[in-house]
């Protein structure tokens, strides 16, 4: 018999333990040890038989248990300390109240984003943008920044991943029960749950209801449409993560940006929480939050352009991938349909709509809504993840800022980090807490202060060696854990299965290699050649070993085909005990992974690995990377963190074709394998007096100590607060309705009086007449500019000198601001005039040109308008 519906019963916890369940319903637990030691000695057993989950653990302890713990004084002491802690936690003054500039950060910040990878017992993510949402929210969380998550809650999470037999990948979508995972329902003063609700076509409406985790300080809102009230195609919508055809996935985008605007509304309303100053979009899947904002202003009676202002201001899109499969784009009838008359955001024009995600740039496909141009397009403000993502940025969505060129595209970049306390070993943690003490640990961990870091330059070799050792050992212990399961699973009987007992070695060199499975990451380069890494695996004095995990996309064949050819490439006898593909990669497998590698691999096709985050995670456990140089990796590199996979990309632009790429690859994977053979492997047996390996601790140390501190998800949420949070809150409040309708106003003028504005005529005195000129000596520049309708007023006028290349293009261009000196004149040409220093030898030249000007602008870009001598 199957039962048509589930409950999960609790036992009534005593009063004396009630704490506990306060503590298992806050997630800081997933990265707080001391409470989740306190949940083991609740229940050693029950705590293993649900893998660490504290709301799975509370809903099994038996009553005797609880009723033997009520009376256990030293396990109380324990319990209120460990809720005071997080009592302290929670209402302390932290980074973001002390900060020097608190006035200006906004009361609240709004965090969009498709998924959330906090905990593996909330399975709400895919891979690395969702780790590194979860990473943001505890990051915020620890420096005390007001943060609102806003995400959806999928009934069947991103599948499970394991393998057939022949090694082809299976799925499995688990059912969650959202009252056996840690959230609680948002409801109204009366006790019924807080709906929201979106109109679509047909007189269709979507509902759902609004779960909301606690990650430490900052709220997790969750959207989840299985309600009754829904239809069976709307109760849908939240079914599952990336799943479904495109009108599914809309629904989601609809129900995640717009609903999501909603349910922030909703949980400020009846919670009291400060209403968001700042709107963060985590890629463009969320970006219809804007549409929903404008149409909130038009009901407060502001014209579309006015509100398009308004919103803009407020808002901060990051992006996060040049790999175009990673951007949504819907058919635009589609969009139309949703988002037209009667649909889900009245008074919102549907052609003003649609122009906001219109590929406007060569090459652009004129049938399509793009949700990265929308997000940008309602952002002021923009970033990519990495220094060298930013670059790919620029150059990738230049067109849609005509004129300019790719350097002042404005999209800066955030470079990613990862959560120190979720991703660093406990046993990592106390080496360096026996040194300065587990509460300034804790910070140097969270906030970032350098003691920590630098504290580890002391610690002798042999403590650093012995740590490698134990964590290598534990993984070695998993793999074989990991591995019989999964042979069990694949239909092996127990019998057959000994010799995983004899799988990895805890002293051999360990590399690791885990992440999705796109192409673009290059999961079988390593099998490019497979005698060479068959003799790396089997070298006699230097062998090494691997461990290799991650998930094909369930609609990914080629995807799955690369995974079956490293299972069996692993299955085989002659090198199994040496390389181990385990199922099912997650943030419960990558904890244990990450900490127990001497080197972490990752070989994408440069530059299409935005950031990358796992080598970060690793790099905090004293594990050195071997990466091509791409992500995080191309920024902070040093010879003292590992080494650099040379890679045989052009400028990244142009494409390129298949022989090309086998080429390409071919040429990389021979020096992955030189690189293993004769620098890695080396390093790692040289071994000097008591059996250390000193030049390769050296590069641990450095490692911990210098990368260490610049890969946290603290630095990273401190430059979003410094860097876009606070301006984007400082230009919020500057556009309140009047003056967003001014801003709007004059941009309307500025582009309609646009084209008569022209550079008329150059000079400059002193120009040395042979071409040359020598350094030091100032040009006196003197310009004349037609502005048509405009005055001074409206525009800057500007000399942008610099290097100049064979082609006079302009390179490391700096801008040389001009005063208007005299006019207008009767046919309204106004004179500018300025100095231009000759300080840099060599090819040098300069232009003018004219751009709109006004001070509630956050780029000189942002309209995309410039006029340049003779453009008119
Ligand atoms: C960190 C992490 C990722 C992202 O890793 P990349 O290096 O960015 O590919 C993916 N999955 C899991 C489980 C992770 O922990």
Redesign the pocket.
Known sequence: MKAIRRFTVRPVLPEALRPLSDLARNLRWSWHTETRDLFQAVDPDGWRACDGDPVQLLGAVPAGRLAELAADRRFLRRLTAAADDLDDYLHGRRWYQTHPRAAEFPAAVAYFSPEF?VTAALPQ????LG??AGDHLKAASDLGAPLIGVGLLYRHGYFRQSLSRDGWQQEHYPLLDPDELPVTLLREPGGSPAQISLALPAGRSLRAHVWVARVGRVPLLMLDSDVEENGPGERDVTDRLYGGGSEHRLLQEMLLGIGGVRAVRTYCRLTGHPGPEVFHTNEGHAGFLGLERIREAGEAGLGFDAALEAVRAGTVFTTHTPVPAGIDRFDRELVARHLGDRGALPGVPVDRILRLGTETYPGGDPQVFNMAVMGLRLAQRANGVSTLHGAVSRGMFAGLWPGFDAEEVPITSVTNG?HAPT?VAPEVFRLGARRIGAGRAEDALTVGGSELWHAVEGIPDAEIWELRRELREQLVTEVRTRLRASWRQRGAGAAELGWVDGVLDPDVLTIGF???VPSY?RLTLMLRDRDRLRSLLLHPERPVQIVVAGKAHPADDGGKRLVQELVRFADDPRVRHRIAFLPD???A???KL?PGCDVWL?NPLRPL?A???????AALNGCLNLSVLD?WWDEWYEPDFGWAIPTADGDGTSATSTMEEDRRDDLEAAALYELIENRVAPRFYDRGPGGLPHHWVGMVRRTLAVLGPKVLAGRMVREYVERLYAPAAGAHRALDAATSGDLAGWKARVRGAWPKVAVDHVEAVEHAPAGTAELGVVLALRVRVALGDLTPDDVEVQAVAGRVDADDAITEARPYPLKPAGGPDLEGRVVYEGPLPLDRTGAFGYTIRVLPSHPLLASPADLGLVAWPGTR
């Open positions: 990878g993510y895919s891979g690395g780790i590194l990862v991703w885990a992440r999705r990451k990669y997650g943030m497998m990558a904890q990450y990752n690995e950031c990358g985050t796992s080598g970060m995670k992500g």
